[in-house]
């Protein structure tokens, strides 16, 4: 489905905590879930990604989890840098004929304060 | 990692006059590629899906006669906005997806006036 938001939600932290980042997603049959940081006037930058099989994945300052029961997603960021203020989107794929096609969620503007 | 990019960045016209955009894969080859239209303070809107060698398939509400997409090689689709109006104005982004995940080119800033 489509994904229209006027008025984005945001989230301000000051730096070095903790972020975390939630999504609701709509398509039960979504099988591969992404993050993307977007900086403005730019195009999205890949954070982490997750596929259905899983719960929880791991990288560098960053963990994604995934709630399939209640169809929700989480970016959490740790020690949080002024460098990552931008917006976040999640983005899911329902796969087979639709690889590579991605529905985007409303998105967060996060704001780190020094 | 993949490179994708977008030409030109950024494209002032005046209303009525049609404006092409290149998405390219620079260093990998795609059999689909797909265009996205953001506008301010909102969320990436799939517009279309664009095929190599065949028609795109164009996102309900988007009106094919206007947004021409052809994907002529395995490295290049174009998205042509004809007739354009001042509420064309947008962010147009292009993905192109390789097995492991899609990446996004640069954007392209539209201005209509």
């Known amino acids: 489905g489509e994904s229209v938001g006027l008025h984005l939600p945001t989230l301000s932290v000051q730096e070095g905590d903790n972020s975390i980042i939630n999504c609701a997603y709509s398509?039960?049959?979504?099988?591969?879930f992404i993050w993307y940081k977007q900086e403005s006037g730019k195009g999205p930058q890949f954070i982490i990604d997750?596929?259905?099989?899983?719960d929880k994945r791991q990288g560098q300052r960053v963990t994604v989890l995934l709630n399939k029961t209640v169809k929700h997603l989480s970016l959490q960021i740790a020690a949080t840098q002024p460098g990552d203020s931008a917006v976040y989107f999640c983005?899911?794929?329902?796969?087979?004929?639709?690889?590579?096609?991605?529905?985007f969620g409303q998105g967060t503007i996060l704001t780190v304060h020094p | 990692g993949a490179v994708v990019s977008q030409h030109p960045s950024r494209v002032i016209c005046k209303s009525g006059t049609s404006v092409k955009i290149e998405c390219r894969s620079l260093d990998f080859q795609a059999t689909t590629m797909f265009w996205y239209r953001q506008f301010p303070k909102q969320s990436l809107m799939l517009m279309a899906t664009s095929n190599e060698g065949s028609k795109a398939t164009y996102e309900q509400g988007v009106e094919k006669d206007k947004f021409l997409i052809n994907h002529a090689s395995l490295t290049l689709s174009t998205l042509t906005v004809t007739s354009a109006h001042p509420e064309d104005s947008s962010f147009y982004i292009c993905?192109?997806?390789?097995?492991?995940?899609?990446?996004f080119g640069p954007g392209t800033r539209l201005t209509v006036l």
């Open positions: 997750i596929r259905s099989n899983m």
């Open positions: 993905s192109a997806s390789r097995p492991e995940r899609a990446f």
């Open positions: 983005a899911e794929e329902s796969g087979g004929t639709s690889y590579g096609k991605l529905t």
């Open positions: 398509n039960s049959a979504s099988d591969y």
